[in-house]
């Protein structure tokens, strides 16, 4: 058999090719031990962060108790509890802060708007009884239920302790939802609500009409006197708190929302100013100060606002502020006080735009 010669070039070329594997071994082992550092650390800082969670619940149920709920609801609760990352990393980034308002605006679709026409067709007389008997119009109950759960239909799968426990033990807005916990359990523990039913969005909020857990407790209503307040079937208790919700900020049925206005050139700039130097305002009102001065439709005429189309306002006497769109496209929207009860829902122009926006829609109200 003839041997394989190696010559003095294939032989440096093998060494050279050993060294090369060899360090490669080597750089691959170093990378592991590293990557395995890394993991270990990593694992590390996770068992203290949940250390820390679990000492922060142990606090939580020691004040519940205090509070009157109950050991056996607080231990069938709270070791189902779980830290949620993801949660925090959704609040800050909810679409209210980082859309635009003509992107946020478009949830006011054809398809919400047609769907927010069936409900009122299909259970209007049902919409319209528990309305009235809040005094609040039909159409925004509806275009609430369009904007929050799409009439219903958006599946509300989170573990509502998960996500309220996480955003209390977060610093941002701790307190808040620890009193929002606080509700929860007291939910349960009054036998309200079952555990298994308390499923939530990752905002922590319950039901087809998404209220947080400290307002079912005070503004939930039974509507068809069932004994029950249902916030997560289609029906009376939904409609009725929705409505009961609006009445409890000042809601007024004689009045609507506001209208889509045009600016004069350079209206974006020289509008503005603050709540202070405008016309006194009702408790409600006076919390929302970013909403900047309130004004007469006739002094809001004079300094060259319009309707969309360009023509005069109306002339009736009603209280307005201005809230300006997006910057370049001169659009703005004059509110009523009854704006001030849509952000006592959710205090963000946009939403209480799109709720506003929804129910003209749906009622086929185009001025």
């Excluded at 759960?149 to 701790?174: H, M, Q």
């Excluded at 009193?179 to 969005?201: N, R």
């Excluded at 007469?296 to 005429?301: A, G, H, I, V």
Aim: glycine share 8%; proline share 4%.
């Amino acid at each position: 058999m003839k041997k394989l010669q190696f010559g003095k070039s294939n032989h440096t070329l093998l060494i050279g090719t050993l060294a090369l594997a060899i360090s490669s071994i080597q750089s691959l082992a170093q990378d592991t031990t590293n990557t395995t550092a890394a993991s270990t650390t990593e694992t590390t800082t996770e068992v203290e962060n949940r250390a820390a969670f679990q000492a922060w619940l142990a606090e939580f149920r020691t004040e519940a108790l205090g509070k009157g709920i109950s050991a056996t609801t607080l231990d069938a609760i709270i070791p189902t509890i779980e830290e949620q990352r993801r949660v925090i990393e959704a609040d800050r980034n909810q679409a209210e802060f980082v859309e635009t308002y003509a992107r946020y605006l478009e949830r006011v679709s054809p398809r919400r708007i047609e769907m927010g026409r069936q409900l009122l067709a299909e259970q209007g007389d049902m919409i319209t009884a528990a309305s009235e008997a809040h005094g609040v119009q039909p159409r925004f109950v509806a275009a609430i239920l369009g904007m929050e759960s799409n009439y219903g239909t958006f599946p509300i799968t989170e573990p509502l302790f998960n996500v309220i426990a996480t955003l209390a033990y977060d610093s941002r807005r701790g307190s808040q939802f620890r009193t929002q916990l606080f509700a929860a359990f007291e939910i349960v523990d009054k036998g309200y609500a079952t555990p298994e039913m308390m499923k939530s969005s990752w905002a922590g909020a319950l039901g087809a009409p998404q209220f947080m857990p400290d307002s079912y407790l005070r503004l939930a209503v039974d509507q068809d006197g069932d004994g029950q307040r249902d916030l997560w079937n289609m029906g009376p208790d939904v409609i009725g708190s929705v409505a009961n919700y609006l009445k409890s900020s000042g809601w007024q049925n004689s009045q609507t929302w506001g209208r889509v206005v045009s600016l004069p050139p350079g209206g974006e700039q020289s509008l503005p100013a603050p709540q202070s130097t405008g016309i006194p305002l009702d408790a409600t009102c006076r919390r929302y100060e970013t909403l900047g001065v309130w004004r007469n439709l006739q002094d809001w005429q004079v300094l060259g606002v319009r309707k969309a189309d360009g023509s005069d306002l109306p002339t009736r006497s009603i209280q307005a502020a201005l809230i300006i769109g997006d910057e370049g496209d001169d659009k703005g929207y004059l509110v009523y006080r009854n704006f001030c009860s849509l952000m006592r829902y959710n205090p963000s122009f946009k939403y209480a735009l799109g709720v506003s926006l929804l129910s003209d829609a749906i009622a086929g109200i185009e001025d």
